[in-house]
């Protein structure tokens, strides 16, 4: 009897572990086939998310809603001709409305945002998971140059991922380098250097050298500091960038086109402008047969044309690339987008080199307004339109309005640049002017003397119209009333070079050679007033042919 029962409890104890067993390997089951359905539905809203286009529906919605008037007034029995002239005048006040901006709002209260409360809400137990739909909404976020919204998604993703999968692997380094980039359009420039330096040598130790990710990481450092202005440093980067580029990924493909165009750029800023040409002109004639006219990357090499011809002061030829990139922009990214409003700035810059001051003036307003919106106030770029905005106010002889922007410039470049960037020597070179506009004549030495050196290694080269703008400002400076024996002659040599630079440049019979011919010829009646027994009113009279009829 007490066999039969030990048997007996044996025989229960066997039954339960096996259904213990089953329940946990049903469990086991269900849970794989949870994790897979969550894959599939994971896969399914990244291709979704990856695939919207504001421009696309921006260009749908417009047809569909002017359909729709159509219907609705047949419908309504309009006549045919009645019909056409009411479409005809809605369609015209709809071409006011930005349809990309409009679209991209729309997707973004409609898709974007809910997508990111529904990965609030219902991957909290799938990290793998909710940090992959992150990171493609952080993306979209950043093509669409909503910054702001794709920074916090972008950072989680991050974080997630080095949690879960670690340091070393490719989806960490992916948000790494993502992080680095949207660090670096924000205008965060030192929090972006440290992240793209992380993410180069995570790509180096994982994926080896020639990898496309490492490589196009080499590219994204070159691009970095080069706009901290360290151009030096960033052109090995952007050199192996362009060769691993063209060797791995060969020769049309879009990561390829940007280096080439990163290089033009690089040499033109280095004042290597034929060395530049073929860059731009190769990078142009592929993006437009392989991506399209209306491809982003297309649409920065038509801009950059344009920036290399105005370099070159070849004006009329530089006017169309620059129009064709903002028409294009404005329609394929909208009114707000970063890109847009840079072709914004550059038509400003352009039609102020024509002399067309009045029609450049709104264009700098605007991408002043909508930078300081869209970008903040310490941003880069909304530093360069006050600058830009400061020098018109300046050469209108608006002192007040040029005084508050060149110095707003200024202060803001020191602090987000540094004191030796290119960008922060060129405002510092614009308040110098003005406070030679306003005779502070002291105080313009004091700001612009320290620069000489500085100016000259930086912009012999690359820019040369900086160098005469400091010549000429502080030789005004050094030559401003009250006669000193010290600073003239230091005067003489500032506005002699000058003079000879921009004769080298425009020829001696352009407006700004012959203005700065009058004022040499002044300031040599001046110094001779001082010292008649110098023989410089022989060189006033030397000079005064020279300057014709000056404006």
Do not use: C
């Not at 991957?123 to 916090?152: H, W």
């Amino acid at each position: 009897q007490i066999a039969r029962e030990q048997r007996d409890l044996a025989q229960e104890a066997k039954t339960a572990a096996d259904e213990q067993r089953d329940r946990a390997i049903d469990a086991e089951a269900a849970t794989a086939q949870r994790a897979a359905e969550l894959e599939q539905v994971s896969d399914f809203q990244t291709n979704m998310l990856a695939q919207v286009d504001p421009t696309q529906a921006g260009v749908l919605l417009t047809r569909n809603i002017l359909a729709k008037l159509e219907e609705a007034l047949t419908k309504a029995g309009a006549p045919a001709e009645a019909r056409r002239q009411q479409v005809d005048t809605f369609e015209q006040s709809l071409m006011l409305v930005n349809a990309t901006d409009l679209a991209r709002e729309l997707i973004d209260q409609t898709i974007l945002t809910p997508a990111v409360e529904a990965v609030n809400t219902s991957f909290a137990d799938q990290p793998a998971i909710d940090s992959r739909l992150r990171q493609v909404l952080a993306s979209r976020y950043l093509d669409f140059g909503m910054y702001e919204a794709s920074l916090p998604l972008q950072q989680a993703a991050l974080q997630t991922r080095r949690r879960v999968v670690g340091d070393d692997h490719e989806d960490t380094l992916e948000s790494l380098s993502h992080l680095a980039t949207l660090l670096h359009y924000q205008g965060r420039l030192e929090e972006a250097e440290k992240h793209y330096r992380e993410a180069l040598e995570g790509y180096r130790r994982v994926l080896g050298d020639d990898a496309p990710d490492t490589i196009t990481s080499i590219g994204k450092l070159g691009a970095l500091l080069f706009a901290r202005g360290r151009m030096q440093e960033a052109e090995p980067y952007l050199q192996e960038a362009l060769e691993g580029h063209r060797r791995v990924l060969g020769e049309e493909h879009r990561e390829t086109l940007l280096s080439i165009n990163n290089m033009g750029f690089l040499m033109q800023s280095q004042g290597r402008l034929e060395e530049a040409e073929p860059y731009y002109r190769e990078s142009l004639e592929k993006s437009r047969r392989i991506l399209g006219d209306d491809d982003p990357n297309t649409l920065v090499s038509i801009n950059n044309m344009g920036f290399l011809l105005q370099a070159q002061r070849k004006f009329e030829e530089a006017e169309p690339f620059w129009r064709e990139a903002l028409d294009r922009r404005r329609r394929v990214l909208g009114e707000a987008h970063p890109d847009t409003l840079n072709s914004i700035n550059n038509m400003g810059f352009l039609l102020q080199q024509q002399g067309k001051v009045a029609e450049a003036e709104p264009f700098w307003q605007e991408a002043l307004e909508k930078r300081r919106q869209q970008l903040g106030p310490e941003h880069p770029d909304t530093l360069w339109s006050m600058g830009n905005l400061g020098g018109l106010y300046l050469v209108t002889g608006r002192a007040d309005e040029a005084k508050e922007m060149l110095t707003g410039a200024y202060q803001g470049r020191r602090k987000v640049l540094g004191e030796n960037h290119p960008d922060t020597i060129g405002s510092a070179i614009n308040l110098g002017a003005l406070l030679v506009a306003q005779q502070q004549f002291v105080e313009a030495r004091s700001l612009l003397e320290p620069l000489e050196p500085a100016v000259r290694e930086l912009f012999a080269q690359a820019n040369p119209v900086r160098v005469i703008s400091l010549l000429l400002h502080l030789g005004r400076a050094r030559a401003g009333p009250g006669f000193d024996p010290v600073q003239y002659p230091l005067a003489e040599a500032n506005l002699l070079e000058a003079h000879g630079m921009l004769t080298a440049m425009m020829g001696a019979t352009h407006v700004e050679s012959r203005r700065v011919a009058q004022e040499l010829s002044s300031f040599y009646t001046a110094w001779h007033a001082s010292e008649p027994t110098g023989g410089y009113d022989a060189k006033a009279a030397e000079w005064t042919p020279r300057a014709g009829e000056t404006p």
